[in-house]
Structure formats: C-alpha cells, structure tokens
C-alpha cells in the first residue's frame, strides 16, 4: 500500500494545473514518471509511506484492518508534514495533499483534505483524528474523491503510484513472470495468483490475508486433494 503526502502554496498548485496534474489514474505510466518528477523538485516538501504486505498480514491478523491501516499512515503523513510546516513560520499560506489528504495553513490553522478510503467518512476521520498530533493546529475534513477535486491531492497521488509501480516493477523481477498491475480486478494478476501462490507463498510478496490470495490458494488445495 503506497500512500503520499505533497505541500505546496496556492501558485505552485495552480502551476501543477497547467502541467496538467490530476488524479493518476487519469495519466499514463509514462506520464506519471514525468510528472512525479516535476512535483518532487518543485513541491515545498513531500512525504512517501509504503506498506507492505507482511505489516498488514500481521495487523490483520491483530484485528487491525486495512482502513485503519490506511488512517494509521494518513496519520503518519498528516503529523510529519505539519510539523515541516509548523516549524517553517515561512509559510504563511501552505497546502500539503496526498492520496490522503490536502492541508491548507492559514491564520494559524492547518485545513487538512483526506481522501477518504470507507463510506462512512465520519467514522474514518475519528480513526485518522485518533493518530494524529497537535489536533489544535489543524482542521480536518474527510472526502471521497479528493484526488480528483484537489490538485494538491492529485500531485500526491502521482507520487504514491509512481512508488507503488517501482515496487511493483520489483517484484515482477523477483518472480520473472507478467502478472500485470498488481490488482484482484486484473486478470493477469488472478492468473499469476492461480499459477504461482503456493510457489512464492514465502517470498512475501502477498498479504496472507487477502481474499484473492486466500482463494486462489484454497482452489489449488482443492486441486491436490482431487489428485488422490
């Protein structure tokens, strides 16, 4: 899981925008890497926060699940770029977005934007609220599709992909095999899951807790069983 967080002031946002940031999902690959770079040399300052499998098989299996795992990094991010902010009295009007979340300081306040993860966004902002530091210095709101409404939010989602891609171009080397993006919605990756989740069962490449993960090893259970 690869979550980003992106400060900058009003103008170098509105410059992100004639670059043509926006939601990644919405750029190519290419794009992407042209982009991420731009944001990394212009952005005030930005934060990047990798999850990986294990750590979340682990809080999983903890009773921890994957939107709390979310609003513990949201959080990480929020409490490490405001305190860049917080100690840069500089900045008198700042924003500070990701995947996550967009923050805004003015008159003493940081605005903080979070795209939120779950449909009940109250519920989400109180985990998030409940891991971030110096609440005082902020104003928090929860949204859906705040990489699409923010170019904050946009900027910061470009670099969490473009991370994301890196590990992911990883592992296809680890493995020698295509198993395309990564997702449960590509069929290339089911297929690889169907093939190959027992022979890189160790190699900690999947979250054990996943249910694409876990069917597809139940199927190939099922499969040696028949063989008997």
Known sequence: MALAGCLMDEKLEE??????????????????????????????????TLTFPQEITDKNKNG????TIEAQKSAEIINKISKFVLNNPNFDDC??????????????????????????????????ENYIKNKENLEIHCEHKADINHISCSAASILAKTARDKEVEKIRKLVGVDFGSGYP?????????????????RDGIFRETWSTWKTACKVKEQKKLSSF
Do not use: M
């Open 185 to 201: 919605s590509d069929p290339l990756t089911c297929q690889f899951l169907k093939d190959y989740a027992e022979k890189h069962k």
């Open 64 to 67: 921890v699940n994957l939107n």
């Open 95 to 128: 924003q500070k977005s990701s995947q996550i979340s967009e923050v805004n300081k003015g008159q003493g306040k940081i605005k903080v934007y979070i795209d939120c993860p779950s449909p009940n966004i109250p519920a989400w902002q109180r985990i998030v």
């Open 15 to 48: 410059e992100f925008r004639k670059h043509g940031i926006k939601d990644s999902k919405q750029i190519t690959p290419k794009r992407r890497e042209e982009l991420a770079k731009i944001i990394k040399e212009k952005a005030e300052t930005f934060e990047i």
